[in-house]
């Protein structure tokens, strides 16, 4: 099929260290439509811990995931992501727009620790009708490195990419447009992923902090490999299905307190620096890992608060067939990212 008309439609591409995912939406009628989903695996080792180690084989992968999402066009929308990425909530002088940007620079130099030389910076005014003489402006910084190495991975695979976006962003405009109940105080947003989880937190629904935990799906299989005596398709098999087990809790404590401390830790952080002091009143998990029978039920215990596995589908149209062959509860939580990305409306 042909993939519609020209700015209508927005593919959304995820470069994850395990899977390659692509969400296709259509924006031309009154509400966003989810048209195609792709999932494609990505060979172990391809890209560790964020560096691509073997361009030529993630640019096959991608150019594979576009085909199996029937793809035609080059324009996609992608992200970027990890400790080379600072998101910061910051107060400065109220100013009109253009003056925040010349300002911003020396801002950044206060609140962001690289070399100013060797960043991109972006900002947002999230109050621009507000009175009083401050205003709160959400500072982004990526190091252009990083960019530029996405960048080039998409010209490898012949793409052209119309917008690149920050990971947390685009977790959040997909988190928002399922759960809007969640954008009321501050809750932690938990993307479990293959190598690393994500923990975003929003205050107001705000994605102000970002932090990255290198504890992933890899680490579960690991254990269950090392700890209980499994084959790596054993473990696969306990972690992408149903049913907890004996092998399972034997794991799930112990990285289960990886990922809650570092919640509590990012937690911990906001309520000192944020003028809100607000603490967190609920966990949203998404991502492979949020799979893992047993390991929100991990969380909320270790917690004391609801944990809730984030679905992307919940309130987003879907065209019928747009998942193909796939099973909806097994890939539901592996795309609030490719959607978050793909409901960006391109001009």
């Not at 205050?203 to 902090?209: A, F, R, Y």
């Not at 589908?313 to 592996?334: C, F, I, M």
Request: net charge negative.
């Amino acid at each position: 099929m042909a993939l519609f008309g020209r700015n209508k439609t927005t593919v959304g591409l995820d470069i994850g260290s395990g899977l390659i995912k692509v969400a296709v939406i259509d924006h031309s009628r009154s509400e966003p439509e989810l048209v195609r989903v792709a999932v494609v695996p990505l060979l172990a080792d391809a890209i560790v811990e964020g560096e691509i180690m073997d361009p030529g084989i993630v640019a096959e992968a991608i150019r594979g995931a576009l085909a199996a999402a029937e793809v035609k066009g080059t324009h996609v929308v992608t992200a970027v992501g990890g400790r080379d990425v600072i998101i910061k909530k910051i107060q400065i002088e109220r100013v009109k727009e253009q003056q925040a940007r010349e300002l911003m620079r020396w801002e950044a130099e206060q609140h962001v620790p690289f070399d100013m030389e060797s960043v991109e910076l972006d900002f947002q005014i999230l109050d621009p009708f507000a009175d009083g003489v401050e205003m709160s402006v959400l500072l982004v910084a990526a190091k252009r490195e990083l960019v530029e190495s996405k960048l080039r991975i998409l010209t490898d695979a012949g793409l052209d990419p119309a917008l690149v976006d920050v990971d947390a962003f685009a977790l959040h405009n997909a988190f928002e447009v399922n759960y809007p109940e969640a954008m009321a105080g501050v809750v932690a947003l938990v993307n479990i992923g293959h190598e690393v989880t994500n923990i975003n937190i929003l205050d107001e629904g705000i994605p102000i902090l970002t932090r990255d935990i290198t504890v992933g799906t890899r680490r579960f299989r690991e254990d269950l490999q090392r700890e209980r005596g499994l084959s790596a398709d054993e473990a696969q098999q306990l972690l992408q299905g149903y049913d907890r087990s004996d092998h399972l809790d034997a794991v799930l404590e112990g990285r289960g307190e990886e990922v809650a401390v570092g919640i509590e830790r990012a937690a911990a952080f906001l309520a000192s620096s944020s003028r809100s002091g607000g603490h967190v009143r609920a966990v949203y998990t998404c991502g492979g890992g949020s799979r893992i029978p047993g390991l929100n039920d991990v969380l909320a215990n270790r917690l004391r608060l609801p944990v809730t596995q984030a679905n992307p589908l919940v309130n987003l149209k879907v065209r019928d067939g747009a998942l193909n062959s796939l099973v909806t509860d097994e890939v539901a939580p592996l795309l609030m990212l490719p959607i978050g990305l793909a409901l960006r409306q391109v001009a």
